[in-house]
């Protein structure tokens, strides 16, 4: 094999110095074609869905945000008062149950009303 590579002349070297030719311009048009259509789909993903993808991750974050520290509120005011209630008058344990049970039903409450407020203010836009 090694002798016909060495022996065969010119032309089996053009022949091949050619089809190398032909496969590279081959690959690199193709290249340029990957190339456009990359670019072209990162322009189209980043204008238009990038910003507002954000926009509502970030709104979407903030209601829960909202959401979570009504209910939290809730259940530590209650707690909060029911201690209080348990050292002024030396009930404990009872005020610390039952102002917890009445902070987290508060919570429970605000949290389904500011649901139904955020509800009505996304159907508005």
């Given at each position: 094999?090694?002798?016909?590579?060495?022996?065969?002349?010119?032309?089996?070297?053009?022949?091949?110095?050619?089809?190398?030719?032909?496969?590279?311009?081959?690959?690199?048009n193709l290249d340029q074609r990957l190339s456009k259509i990359r670019d072209s789909r990162k322009v189209?993903?980043?204008?238009?869905?990038?910003?507002?993808?954000?926009?509502?991750?970030?709104?979407?974050?903030?209601?829960?945000?909202?959401?979570?520290?009504?209910?939290?509120?809730?259940?530590?005011?209650?707690?909060?008062?029911?201690?209080?209630?348990?050292?002024?008058?030396?009930?404990?344990?009872?005020?610390?149950?039952?102002?917890?049970?009445?902070?987290?039903?508060?919570?429970?409450?605000?949290?389904?009303?500011?649901?139904?407020?955020?509800?009505?203010?996304?159907?508005?836009?």
């Amino acid at each position: 094999m090694a002798e016909d590579t060495n022996s065969g002349g010119s032309g089996n070297r053009d022949q091949s110095s050619s089809d190398e030719a032909a496969l590279s311009a081959r690959l690199g048009n193709l290249d340029q074609r990957l190339s456009k259509i990359r670019d072209s789909r990162k322009v189209g993903t980043d204008q238009s869905g990038n910003e507002q993808d954000t926009q509502a991750r970030a709104s979407a974050m903030a209601m829960g945000f909202r959401l979570s520290s009504e209910l939290v509120a809730g259940v530590l005011a209650g707690a909060a008062l029911g201690w209080g209630f348990d050292r002024l008058l030396s009930t404990s344990p009872w005020g610390l149950i039952v102002f917890l049970l009445l902070g987290f039903t508060a919570g429970v409450i605000n949290v389904m009303r500011a649901a139904g407020v955020m509800a009505k203010q996304s159907n508005r836009l």
